[in-house]
């Protein structure tokens, strides 16, 4: 049963499929208005996120399927003490597909290998967030127009931000990546990330705390939020929490076509003035979410049924 | 050494100075009720100092806790006062249940019947990482 947990979990072509699936709802959506009639998808989420769970609901309803779920473990049996893999063995009875959240990492990977439908991954604690990852694909891929030969920035909370670790992930399979690392040292990206994926694959990086000095380069800019609920200690949050943020000012120095990218919420790492400049694409990146979750639904569910 | 004092059971040796203790430990020898010796500190040509434990007993050994805690070591199996075989260790592809997860994020914290399951991912430089939450074990 294919299931998608990790980002790596798909192939480049898999991927390619994805997007092109995506580019086709986009285009023609009453095409794919009745694909998922008679189908349910059952979102189970064991912490609060109405973005990605409305993301994932709406995908469904417009496919034509319907939806089921909780929206935090209080309302689910986990409360009453059941274990991750009971709950998936239960929902594969209601459900032709789950889509999971959960504050412990690889939860969804134990869901995956006890429940009897596909199951994705829809955040697991700082792991991993595939879904997030292909939405931030097929941006990239809508604003350029290619995946490879591309210089990418990425800001912020490195250490914590799981769709950053995916991200690379997902980019170190292409030709000609660049990437540039823009975080306070206590939120460099781990080591084994740049030593497992950037430099065992030969991709180029450089690590800087200044934004201003490299925002000329880029040509993509994925800024992301310090989370709160990622730090042990409430004092070190509140100290490195506006670190960066880009502004009107420092985005002059960047190029006229730099996308700039963020998964969302932001607190104020980017300011507001910036929303209306036409290189803002994080909230085509929701709505990019929301078709290629559209398309991850159709493959696992047709890929289920052969 | 000299592997006379044992007649029948099993010496590890070649074990990597310091690792003694926690191959006993993790291969529970101290539950064992046969007489077990450890010796530390040992001058060795190999490795300057080695340890090495002597089971005065044959038992079943986990040979995955072995080679994951000093894949350098050496198995010898002793009858009759002479080496019946030599089996040299390796390490591992995959740790059930020889380690446990610290992860305080890692879905087997509060889940407690899940196996602690570990992949071995990085031969050269001896890394494991859990098959849930990708950390690295120590």
Redesign the interface.
């Known amino acids: 049963m294919k299931s998608l947990i990790d980002i790596l979990d798909f192939s480049v072509e898999e991927i390619e499929e994805l997007i092109n699936t995506a580019n086709d709802i986009i285009e023609n959506p009453e095409k794919y208005s009745e694909r998922c009639k008679g189908k349910k998808l059952a979102t189970l989420f064991f912490e609060p996120s109405t973005r990605t769970r409305l993301s994932f609901e709406a995908a469904m309803y417009e496919l034509g399927g319907n939806v089921i779920g909780f929206s935090e473990a209080a309302s689910s049996s986990a409360s009453k003490g059941e274990?991750?893999?009971d709950t998936a063995k239960v929902i594969s009875c209601y459900a032709d597909i789950i889509a999971m959240r959960?504050?412990?990492?690889?939860?969804a990977?134990?869901a995956a290998k006890n429940a009897s439908v596909p199951v994705i991954n829809a955040g697991?604690?700082?792991?991993c967030h595939p879904t997030q990852t292909l939405a931030d694909l097929l941006t990239i891929y809508r604003e350029k127009g290619r995946l490879n030969n591309l210089t990418i920035g990425f800001c912020g909370d490195l250490k914590f931000g799981r769709t950053v670790h995916s991200l690379i992930n997902a980019l170190s399979r292409y030709n000609k990546i660049n990437i540039i690392l823009i975080s306070p040292e206590e939120l460099k990206l781990p080591s084994?990330i740049k030593k497992?994926v950037l430099e065992k694959k030969g991709i180029p990086y450089e690590q800087t705390r200044r934004l201003d000095e490299v925002i000329p380069k880029l040509d993509i800019l994925y800024m992301t939020r310090v989370q709160r609920e990622r730090f042990f200690n409430e004092e070190d949050y509140l100290r490195l929490k506006d670190s960066y943020i880009l502004t009107v000012e420092k985005l002059k120095r960047a190029k006229n076509d730099m996308s700039i990218m963020h998964p969302l919420p932001r607190v104020n790492e980017i300011s507001a003035a910036i929303d209306n400049d036409s290189r803002a694409c994080y909230f085509k990146q929701v709505l990019n979410g929301k078709y290629i979750r559209a398309a991850l639904i159709l493959k696992l569910l047709k890929e289920a049924s052969e | 050494m000299n592997i006379d004092s044992i007649t029948n059971g099993i010496i590890i040796d070649h074990i990597s100075a310091g690792n003694g203790m926690k191959l006993y430990n993790l291969l529970g020898l101290d539950n064992l009720n046969v007489a077990v010796a450890i010796i530390k500190n040992i001058p060795s040509k190999k490795l300057i100092k080695k340890d090495i434990i002597k089971i005065y007993s044959y038992i079943d050994l986990n040979f995955d806790i072995i080679g994951y805690v000093d894949p350098k070591a050496t198995v010898n199996i002793i009858k009759d006062n002479k080496f019946l075989k030599k089996l040299n260790i390796e390490m591992p592809e995959t740790l059930t249940n020889v380690i446990k997860c610290k992860?305080p994020?890692?879905?087997?914290?509060?889940?407690e019947?899940?196996d602690h399951i570990f992949k071995l991912?990085?031969k050269e430089n001896k890394v494991y990482r859990?098959?849930?939450?990708?950390?690295?074990a120590n």
């Open positions: 274990s991750v893999a959960h504050p412990k990492e690889g939860a990977y134990v697991d604690g700082g792991h084994y497992d | 992860n994020r890692c879905i087997t914290s509060v889940e019947e899940l991912k990085d859990c098959i849930y939450c990708e950390a690295k």
